[in-house]
């Protein structure tokens, strides 16, 4: 089954794969590899225009949508 994910607010709209594409740049930028993202939890919060995230259950951020 394909799925889209899409949170829209005030005028704007935010698909789910592009902030896990964020994030997952932000991982490896940092000098991890994608193989050892085991878990990833994004909590969007529009009214902050950003999503937080926590990354194997102890690396925690945040990124502008």
Request: charge should be positive; charged fraction near 30%.
């Amino acid at each position: 089954m394909k799925t889209s994910f899409y949170v829209g607010y005030a005028g704007k709209q935010v698909e789910e794969k592009v902030v896990i594409a964020k994030v997952k740049e932000l991982w490896v930028a940092d000098g991890n590899k994608i193989k050892d993202l085991k878990t990833l939890n994004l909590y969007v919060k529009p009214e902050e225009n950003a999503a937080y995230y926590v990354i194997n259950e102890n690396v925690s951020g945040k990124i502008e949508l």
